[in-house]
């Protein structure tokens, strides 16, 4: 078994903590992304769960065996970094038999080994070059495939996609997704990206300031955030958001007032937060934004820049709140710098956020893409 368990995991440099209890479980054969702005501590939680950094409090096992005091290179994992790290000197296949060798693995198991790795990354024809010779995203698979070898219990991946184009990131993501796919083993991988956690995970930790804010699959994150932090983060463009007073409760829901959009109902169940709590914020996705007659609509905006992307088209506007209000629209829209659009809010796709930031659920949970028809 590969599982993976974080229990109460702690770390401390001194007088500062940068990891404040993570609870955390991993099932066998999972592919789970850590993600987060910068400085959140999802390097540093990775490289505990390698043993490159030491633990400060709390226990981390792997296959039910705690690993605290393990050397990272009896704990059954295979890294890859950010950096592909290669031997300049050695070619391909010196580059992913080293640590074999450098383990005694017979010749034969290693020749099987490497050779099994190449047909999986498409390294073959590449065995003999040396890394001068191999394009970056090509450098990434021998680094990959320097981690297949091993056969490791856990893969870990720290940001292995940072140093690519856009085009080669797009490219390497699906290689990664479908080498997932083939090998069925427990994956962890860290990046900032959303976008690559969101089409990489079977479930996404999101973490900020030392702390989990949130665990879930991809669409529950992006239907159902707990926090504005994450409503913010999951998503891109990122998710809308208008200051709001809450005016009451009734059995639709709550009644806040918006500047510029006047009294509206939003569909949510109150929980938690003071009887006298008045201060929300009132969150929409760009794509669930409708676009209106700005002569009967309840909000306008006046158009400040206009993103064409062929089939879609982003819209900012300048509605009054602090940041621009982005919608997400057809690409053939014809909107242009300086207009006025009137703006619709369906009721359903609105998220609603006390003052300290927890949501409010919704009374209905939102249609997925993974639910069926009728569900």
């Known amino acids: 078994m590969s599982d993976l368990t974080l229990r109460n995991v702690i770390k401390s440099y001194g007088s500062t903590k940068v990891i404040h209890g ?11 992304v850590f993600v987060g702005p910068s400085g959140c501590g999802k390097s540093t939680l990775l490289r505990m769960i390698a043993g490159l950094e030491s633990i400060t409090g709390g226990e981390v096992a792997i296959g039910g065996e705690i690993v605290n005091d393990i050397s990272p290179a009896d704990r059954g994992i295979a890294m890859v970094f950010q950096s592909y790290a290669l031997y300049p000197h050695k070619d391909v296949y010196g580059n992913m038999a080293f640590a074999l060798r450098h383990a005694g693995v017979d010749k034969a198991e290693i020749d099987a080994r490497v050779q099994r790795a190449a047909d999986i990354l498409g390294l073959r024809d590449l065995l003999h070059r040396r890394p001068k010779e191999l394009s970056g995203g090509q450098r990434q698979r021998v680094a990959i495939g320097r981690a297949i070898v091993r056969d490791p219990k856990i893969f870990l991946f720290d940001e292995p996609l940072s140093n690519l184009d856009a085009a080669l990131r797009v490219q390497m993501r699906v290689e990664i997704l479908r080498l997932h796919q083939r090998l069925k083993t427990t994956m962890i991988y ?24 949130q665990v879930g699959t991809p669409l529950e994150l992006y239907h159902h955030p707990d926090s504005i932090f994450v409503a913010g983060f999951i998503g891109s463009p990122k998710m809308n958001f208008l200051e709001a007073a809450l005016t009451g409760w009734s059995q639709e829901g709550a009644h806040v007032q918006v500047p510029s959009l006047g009294e509206i109902v939003v569909p949510v169940s109150r929980q938690g937060g003071s009887e006298r709590e008045t201060g929300a914020r009132l969150g929409i996705r760009p794509e669930h934004v409708q676009l209106a007659d700005p002569a009967t609509a309840a909000m306008r905006g006046e158009v400040l820049v206009v993103e064409r992307l062929g089939g879609e088209t982003y819209l900012h506007l300048d509605v009054g709140a602090a940041d621009p209000f982005v919608v997400k629209t057809d690409g053939a829209v014809s ?41």
Not at 22 to 32: I, T
Not at 193 to 212: C, K, N, S, Y
Not at 349 to 363: E, Q, Y
């Open 22 to 32: 993570v609870d955390l479980q991993v099932r066998d054969g999972e592919f789970v």
């Open 190 to 213: 860290v990046t900032h990206d959303q976008v690559e956690a969101m089409t990489l995970a079977d479930r996404i930790v999101v973490l900020h300031g030392g702390r989990i804010a």
């Open 335 to 375: 909107a242009r710098s300086g207009e006025h659009v009137g703006l619709a809010f369906p009721p359903h796709a609105l998220h609603l956020f006390s003052a300290s930031g927890a949501a409010f659920p919704h009374r209905e949970r939102h249609r997925t893409l993974a639910e069926p028809q009728g569900a």
